[in-house]
């Protein structure tokens, strides 16, 4: 088990530049999540993938935003036109069915994305 | 406007003191956890809790599910300044969304 892996840990974009973020799940896992956090906030959901599928996306992802999960592996997050407002750490997850009805996510070490 | 009211936002003890975090909600949640932030990092899961009125311990740390399943407590006991951090705790209110609190920071000195 190696963990939910995000890349790049940091980025910083001017406004107006597209950034694209990678999410690499814990292979056993058939859920990703991304979920996004601002300064003083708890972590928002923003979409998820079961396997390959997209199956709900929260008001906050705007049509800027985009996520790919290409064959149920790995999972990109597309930022395009960015705007200042989009500066937060933006998380990604992944989980699997425990017992008793309950899930175990996993989250990864999250990216921080700084508009300017 | 957060779903789960964690109070108190910030809370800062000496070591060896014990301390208690509260979740609250209008809504019923199928389970409930427990996770701790630190800067820069990821939530680490912490505890998952199911049943309405469970209790569950994990070494100085007591998390409490209540009875109607809408709030939560972390209580820790003699804390160390190793459980410094973001304690959030997240609600599961359908198939597949958590939904978080806006967690609370908790500092221990030495």
């Known amino acids: 088990d190696t963990g939910v892996s995000q890349n790049p840990r940091h980025k910083i974009t001017k406004r107006g530049q597209n950034v694209t973020f990678r999410c690499d799940p814990i292979s056993e896992h058939n859920r990703l999540y991304w979920y996004r956090q601002t300064l003083g906030q708890g972590p928002e959901f923003l979409t998820y993938?079961?396997?390959?599928?997209?199956?709900?996306k929260s008001r906050l992802l705007s049509d800027r935003f985009s996520a790919e999960r290409p064959k149920g592996s790995f999972s990109t997050l597309e930022i395009q036109r960015t705007e200042q407002g989009d500066s937060a750490m933006y998380l990604c997850?992944?989980?699997?069915?425990?017992?008793?009805?309950?899930?175990?996510?996993?989250f990864g070490s999250g990216t921080r994305l700084t508009v300017v | 406007t957060q779903l789960l009211e964690q109070s108190p936002q910030f809370l800062s003890i000496q070591e060896g003191e014990n301390l208690t975090v509260y979740c609250n909600s209008s809504s019923v949640f199928s389970s409930l956890q427990w996770y701790r932030q630190e800067p820069g990092e990821g939530p680490v899961l912490l505890v998952t809790v199911v049943t309405g009125g469970e209790v569950k311990k994990l070494k100085r740390l007591t998390f409490q599910f209540g009875d109607a399943r809408k709030d939560s407590s972390l209580h820790i006991t003699a804390a160390q300044p190793g459980d410094t951090g973001l304690y959030l705790c997240?609600?599961?209110?359908?198939?597949?969304?958590?939904?978080f609190g806006a967690g609370t920071t908790v500092t221990v000195r030495a």
């Open positions: 993938f079961q396997n390959e599928a997209q199956l709900e």
């Open positions: 997240a609600g599961q209110t359908n198939d597949y969304k958590l939904s």
């Open positions: 997850a992944s989980s699997r069915l425990l017992s008793r009805g309950r899930r175990g996510y996993t």
